[in-house]
């Protein structure tokens, strides 16, 4: 296999002729150009077994050979390239060579104090193990001998290795004053040290990273540091780094890893498998389809193979490395695209990709970073004209391609996707399987479980599911109808249903296909793998708290101000409500008429009449702002969440916003209802702004109805459950305010209504018109300690009602925990 040498701008590369090279001003890419004319990713150079060939990746301003714009050619020795222009662009000199490559900013060995002949050691060559079928390639990290406690490592050799002195410190980071410099919008401008003490021992610090630095997989603590020893892996970012004696070697994950599961079983309850012994391998750069009819799984499946449901037997590796052990630092390597989309509809196009940076990039990413990836991401997708529309304003398709956007601002090596395709017309289904082709060919791993059979021909692999969870055939899409012996896949699906008890398994295991395709990682046992224990750290917290609380604020107030109709419905539902209010005795006040001739007060039930519709307005519409407001985000969140998404900034984000409009609300509400009201006398507790401390426990109850609200949309598993819900709330409300019969002395009653934010919000009110007197018990002596008219009984009123809201906030976030990935809870 010859070798290529080519030269760019005074620096040289021997190309490998077992690897490809991508070309682009990406900085994780294998040959870095800083020019404008040139794509992100812009071209490819492999060798196809016969000849060297380059690639263009569909970039902006062209790939010419000689002169010629081209898409794929042949190039050798002697061949001039340009990348972006044909007359000055970057210009590729092409020679032979028989040296070894020097990897992308790698200084000479020699200059790195590695010894000349372990320089000129060639890598070792692709080798067909026996008990592997040449169709199977083998897995990127794999390495021939190697045992299973050796630790993984990207490659078979580092793509950079650095010196390690003694007594040094080498910082890493993205800014470029660092003295290793990782170009990964993921990684912080300062975000980790390398300590060699003059002992010999290497430590690692974290200098409080927003993404977090990683120790075999586990985060380290923000700001805290650790020792390693001779196999421990430490993750920033896209990059892995080892200590091998003085040396520092790096591995970068530049997005072509393998993919495999093994053995994965789903048990539910009383022992019933849903999921069964599912083994398949995933080759790097593929396109993988998931079919089958329903009840076989393939949900399931995804979600084993994602993280958010574990298999309770078997192991999911990416690039042989456990993710359910390792979750905390591949999460951030993977991407997800559910069924519903996982985007604000409200927004545009832009904003939403904008959101979505901030809260995965660190806090120190500069604005015109964030919108060069933006920027990036949406041009490649040909997203780049629809950026200032609407998400609602975009087609099925077009809203599909957004939400891949999203996930490929941190550029994922392995992406998920659940039904992309569900509800398009046939073109659209095209359109989309065609993007996902391009994305496994610009060099990342694609899992796509899908309906749809019409584009199963532009896949890499089929896995099929049987009825019951089990693989029915694992291979190449073109062979799989002849495997089953049916001219359709609508003849294939109706023997699943015509046969559910036939043992599909069996026929798989026992055919050819499945010694070709899958017998080889069927035939590995899944066993745990042997990861050296995190010394002197605990667990990380999420990112910058501060920083996603700002982000999520901004957010949800943006997509507030773009809904007008929630917007109107805002102000006009407390206007009507406290305007109910002052139809009822509008000339009369709110305290016991004069006294008749007799001498004794005649009471005045205006008061509690008063109060009973403002307490139930408020209720209303403080439950009503926020009962839909988590179950149609419920998607989004939980994406997010696996992410890194705090969940405490996340529910804090929804109080703030929602808590000061529901605030204003039971304010508007209070004054119209007592604008128009003869209030005599001054309050307990303001003095003269009796009005204001009449508004007070309804602003309140307005607050703790709201996190009731929350309560029922963290519960409901749809939106259409959560009005009669709310229906119910406001009846509940309405019977234990104390306004429409005597709770004090109703043994039980009495105990139940303090649970009822309606109780205390009356009570306090109560106190300050004084309801002993106004509405006083038919049972002499009997008054209601609630409504005593003193300062301490208001103060208790109101400490109740806000405990109440502080409670509900405690379970919507233990609620909330229940939506996210299984393997984070544990």
């Known amino acids: ?106 200084q000479p060995y020699a200059a790195q104090g590695v010894g000349a002949d372990w320089a000129r050691q060639a890598p070792p060559p692709e080798r067909q193990q026996a008990d592997r079928p040449p169709s199977i390639p083998r897995q990127q990290g794999e390495r021939p001998g190697a045992g299973a406690g050796e630790p993984p490592v990207y490659g078979e050799r580092p793509t950079t290795i650095h010196q390690l002195a003694l007594g040094r410190v080498m910082r890493i980071g993205r800014a470029l004053e660092n003295d290793l410099v990782v170009g990964d919008l993921q990684v912080s401008r300062r975000h980790a040290e390398f300590h060699a003490a003059p002992d010999g021992r290497t430590e690692i610090r974290d200098l409080g990273s927003h993404n977090g630095t990683y120790l075999n997989g586990q985060p380290i603590a923000k700001g805290s540091s650790a020792l390693l020893g001779p196999n421990d892996i430490v993750g920033v970012g896209h990059s892995t780094f080892r200590v091998v004696g003085d040396r520092l070697e790096e591995f970068v994950d530049t997005g072509e890893v393998s993919f495999s599961a093994r053995r994965l079983t789903v048990t539910v309850d009383k022992g019933k498998q849903i999921l069964k012994d599912i083994s398949f391998g995933v080759p790097e750069k593929s396109l993988v389809a998931v079919i089958g009819p329903s009840g076989s799984g393939k949900s399931t499946l995804l979600k084993a193979l994602t993280g958010y449901r574990p298999a309770n037997q078997g192991e999911v ?67 780049d004209v629809h950026k200032d529309k609407k998400v609602t304003a975009l087609s099925g398709g077009q809203r599909k391609r957004v939400s891949v956007a999203l996930e490929l601002l941190t ?60 693989v029915a055939y694992f291979g190449p899409p073109e062979e799989a109808l002849n495997f089953f012996g049916y001219d359709t896949w609508a003849d294939v699906f109706s023997s699943f249903e015509n046969y559910r008890d036939y043992d599909w398994a069996g026929r798989w295991k026992g055919s050819e296909h499945y010694q070709i395709y899958a017998a080889d990682i069927d035939a590995v046992a899944p066993q745990d793998a042997q990861v050296p224990p995190v010394r002197g750290t605990k667990a990380s917290k999420p990112k910058d708290w501060l920083s996603q609380f700002d982000t999520l604020v901004r957010r949800y107030v943006s997509v507030i101000a773009s809904d007008r109709g929630f917007l109107a419905l805002m102000v006009i539902l407390p206007a009507v409500l406290g305007a109910v209010s002052m139809l009822i005795d509008v000339g009369k006040g709110l305290l016991p008429f004069p006294p008749a001739p007799n001498g004794e007060l005649i009471p005045n039930s205006t008061a509690t009449t008063v109060l009973l519709i403002l307490a139930v307005g408020a209720c209303f519409s403080g439950a009503a702002n926020s009962v839909r407001e988590l179950i149609k985000e419920r998607v989004i969140y939980e994406r997010e969440r696996a992410t890194g998404l705090s969940r405490s900034a996340y529910l804090m984000s929804k109080v703030f916003v929602l808590g ?41 109850l307005g607050f703790s109805s709201m996190m009731f609200g929350l309560i029922i949309s963290a519960l409901v598993k749809t939106s259409e459950k959560t009005m009669p819900l709310l229906v119910m709330f406001a009846i509940v409300q309405v019977v234990f305010t104390g306004c429409l019969f005597i709770l004090h002395g109703s043994v039980g009653v009495n105990e139940f209504s303090y649970l009822m934010p309606s109780r205390w919000a009356v009570a306090a009110a109560g106190t300050t018109l004084d309801f002993n007197r106004i509405s006083p018990p038919t049972t002499a002596g009997d008054t ?3 409504w005593d008219h003193t300062v301490s009984a208001w103060g208790m009123d109101m400490a109740a009602l806000i405990a109440l809201g502080v409670i509900c906030g405690f379970f919507v976030s233990r609620f909330l925990r229940r939506h996210e990935p299984e393997v984070m809870r544990k």
């Open 317 to 383: 590796l990416y690039d042989n490395r456990n993710l359910y052990k390792q979750f905390a630092e591949l999460r951030q390597r993977i991407g997800l695209v559910p069924q519903d989309d996982i985007l604000h509809k409200e927004l545009n196009v832009a904003k939403a990709l904008k959101y979505a940076a901030k809260l995965r990039f660190p806090a120190d990413t500069t604005s015109a970073e964030r919108e060069a990836r933006i920027d990036e991401v949406l041009r490649e997708l040909k997203l």
């Open 660 to 700: 000061t409009i529901t605030l204003l609300q039971g304010l508007m509400i209070g004054v119209i209802g007592f604008v128009n009201r003869v209030i005599p006398g001054q309050g307990l507790v303001l003095g003269s702004a009796t009005m204001i401390e009449l508004s007070l426990p309804i602003m309140a």
């Open 1 to 106: 296999m010859p070798e290529l040498v080519l030269e760019t701008n005074g620096r040289t590369w021997t190309l490998d002729p077992s690897k490809s090279y991508t070309l682009g001003r990406d900085p994780q890419v294998d040959i870095v150009f800083d020019d404008a004319r040139v794509s992100w990713r812009h071209a490819t150079v492999g060798f196809t077994g016969h000849s060297w060939v380059i690639n263009d990746h569909g970039s902006t301003n062209g790939t010419f050979v000689e002169g010629r714009r081209i898409q794929r050619t042949e190039i050798g020795p002697g061949s001039a390239v340009h990348l972006g222009s044909a007359a000055d662009g970057p210009l590729l000199s092409l020679s032979g060579a028989t040296a070894v490559v020097t990897q992308p900013g790698q």
């Open 784 to 786: 209601d300690p609630l």
């Open 411 to 470: 550029k994922p090596s392995l992406i998920f996707l659940d039904e992309p395709t569900s509800g398009l017309d046939p073109g659209m289904d095209r359109d989309v399987m065609q993007l996902l082709r391009g994305l496994a060919d610009d060099g990342r791993t694609i899992l796509v479980v899908t309906h749809s059979v019409a584009e199963l021909a532009l896949c890499d692999k089929l896995l099929v599911m049987a009825p019951g969870g089990a």
